[in-house]
Each structure stands twice: as C-alpha cells, then as structure tokens.
C-alpha cells in the first residue's frame, strides 16, 4: 500500500493563478480531509469528506473548493490564488470508525508570489 | 471556541533521558485523542491514541496520560534517541470525522 499521496510535492504561484492539488489514498477509507499548516503552527482544516460525492468545510474554507467523485481521489481547488495561501497542505484519511486516527500524505508546498 | 494548546512549544533534552510533552485541552466533550509526530518535510505520523475512559496507554516506549479532571494530556517518550527530535501534536476529536490540532512541541535530542 501506498496509503496516502499527494501531487506536486512543490509549487510556486503567481498571484491569481489556479491550480488543483491532487491526494489519493489506497486504503479504501471513506474519510478524507485537507489540511493547511502554517510556519510553526499546527494543522488547520480546510474540507473533508465522509465518502464519494459529500463533502463538507472545515475551519478555514475561504478560497478552496473540492470534489469527491470517487473513493480514493479528494483534489483541492484553489482559484484565484493569494499570498495569504501560502502554506503546506497536507491530505489525510481515516476509516471514519469511531477511531478517527487520520493517515498523512507528505504534504504539498504552495508558495504564492 | 473549543482549542486544544500545548504548555512548552520547545524541549531539549540529552539521549537516554526520558522526555514529556504536555497538551491542554478545553473541549470536555472530546472523547478521543491522538499524539502525531512530525519531522522536517514529512507529513505527520501516527504515534499512540487514547480514548476518554482510559488514563493510561502505553505503546513501544511511549506512554500517553490522559488527566480529564484537569483537561491535561501528556506523552512520555522513554530513553529519548535523536531520531526522536521532532514536532509533536496533539489532536482531539471534537466532532465525529473531525481533529483539532494543537500548536505543537519541538523536541529537540542532544546526543
């Protein structure tokens, strides 16, 4: 198992530009989730998902969309990008048991210039 | 609103000690909780979890204490090595399918 992988694994913006952010996970669990981390700071929740085709936002939206269409794919969308989203994003998973230990992929870096 | 927040944002300490990580957490109604370590350029990595109705869990050299009266958690890392130097987190589950993530904690091992 690959478990969770995410694509590019860096990425420089211009200011207003767009781009998707790719995860996928192999584990066949029904619940993923997008995180944002900030210098020295803990993760954020931007969206989550508990299966294909619902999806719900997290603490801080703003500025991102994301689909579901399949169990194993959950992209992040950022349209019109801005230096505020200059950050680490990080997807995870979980079965969405009671247990909610998520599973990290290694993270994206955005630099939005 | 509800946060979870650690006590020392950093710690040193010399191989072979034993070291403890310290998390306060204000959200009474959490009932799971999770320890995550993450190391320069990785994605955070699963280290021990606990559930509200135990106090104790104990993994491979690792140890998470969970104090509900005083809303305290702590993760104690036996015989320190330097591939321990790190950021901890820790997490609450404060919704189903939801954590909330603290600051974080730099352990830093001096050989």
């Known amino acids: 198992n690959a478990g969770v992988t995410q694509t590019p694994k860096f990425r420089i913006l211009k200011i207003g530009q767009s781009m998707t952010l790719q995860c996928t996970q192999d584990m066949n669990h029904n619940y993923m989730y997008w995180y944002r981390q900030d210098p020295g700071m803990g993760l954020k929740l931007i969206y989550y998902s508990v299966g294909a085709g619902i999806t719900d936002k997290g603490e801080v939206p703003n500025g991102y969309n994301v689909s579901r269409s399949t169990t194993e794919d959950f992209p992040l969308r950022l349209e019109l990008a801005a230096p505020s989203q200059t950050s680490v994003y990080f997807c995870a998973s979980s079965y969405g048991t009671s247990k909610q230990t998520q599973y990290f992929g290694p993270g994206t870096r955005l630099l939005v210039l | 609103g509800e946060s979870v927040g650690l006590h020392l944002p950093t710690l040193s300490v010399q191989e072979g000690d034993n070291s403890i990580i310290n998390c306060a957490y204000s959200?009474?109604?959490?009932?799971?909780f999770i320890w995550y370590k993450q190391e320069s350029g990785k994605g955070p990595q699963f280290i021990i979890d606990i559930r509200s109705n135990m106090d104790k869990r104990q993994g491979q050299r690792v140890t998470v204490l969970l104090n509900k009266t005083v809303k305290h958690l702590s993760l104690q890392i036996a015989a320190t090595q330097p591939g321990d130097s790190a950021v901890y987190f820790c997490a609450e589950n404060t919704s189903y399918g939801k954590l909330t993530f603290g600051q974080g904690t730099i352990l830093t091992v001096h050989p």
């Open positions: 959200n009474s109604a959490s009932d799971y």
